[in-house]
């Protein structure tokens, strides 16, 4: 996904309609193009027809279900979901599902606006899904990488283990492809965060074990196990399973 930020364009899905018209109107006044919906059916539609660069989600949106709207949409725009502590379980399963951020209500404008501008300076420092190399680290490493079973085809933007296609975000997908290039090497999570997200102040350490988290979940799935491991919770290491 590149993106110019200057243009950026903002959807925001919300049954409030007070709060999804005022966030639409500080945005603006923000220097941002935003829409609103007030339902899923409405996001959808307005989705399609002009796909925005980040998507702010209430989690409480009617049917088809918030998630359901995320799994249609974290694939092509950079997704921020508004939730709340007594729905924690909800937040997770978002985050589960692949949105990059979250703020919890009651929230400030300016900390939304300040994770929007930080969700899109860092798209726009994306490479496209097909190119290798992402903006943190570069290598000359081979396109393809494996371990054990698990292959990631760098140019494709494609990881399978055992034949089984692995569907990742491209901030998983860099995320494994960094501890692919250093399999078999314990990796402190702080050397993971500068590598794969830079030094963005607006990204903090908690955005490691959350995609290790969706990690290690979707390796699970296609039956890789062990392949992932924390070590101590402060570091990671990828080697092949032990039989």
């Known amino acids: 996904m590149v993106i110019n930020v200057a243009r950026a364009r903002v959807l925001v899905v919300d049954p409030d309609s007070q709060l999804s018209e005022l966030l639409v109107h500080s945005l603006g006044r923000a220097g941002l193009s935003s829409v609103s919906a007030q339902d899923a059916a409405t996001a959808l539609d307005l989705f399609d027809n002009a796909p925005p660069d980040v998507v702010v989600l209430a989690l409480d949106i009617d049917s088809p279900a918030g998630l359901e709207v995320l799994e249609t949409v974290c694939t092509r725009a950079q997704v921020i979901l508004l939730g709340s502590v007594r729905r924690e379980e909800k937040l997770i399963r978002g985050l589960d599902l692949g949105a990059d951020d979250y703020v919890v209500k009651p929230f400030s404008f300016p900390e939304l606006l300040a994770r929007i501008r930080a969700r899109l300076r ?45 569907r990742l975000t491209p901030t998983e997908f860099r995320v494994l492809e960094y501890l692919l290039l250093h399999a078999g090497t314990v990796v402190p999570t702080r050397i993971l965060l500068e590598a794969v997200w830079g030094r963005d102040p607006a990204v903090g350490p908690e955005v490691v074990p959350v995609n290790i988290h969706r990690l290690q979940h979707k390796l699970r799935d296609a039956g890789a196990c062990n392949l992932l491991s924390t070590v101590r919770g402060v570091s990671l290491v990828l080697r092949p399973e032990q039989s």
Do not use: I, M, N, W
């Open 122 to 166: 860092r798209a726009a420092l994306e490479p496209a899904p097909r190119r290798s190399t992402s903006p943190a680290f570069v290598s000359t490493s081979p396109a393809l990488l494996k371990v054990g079973g698990l292959t990631l085809d760098r140019a494709a933007g494609k990881v399978a283990y055992a034949g089984r296609r692995l």
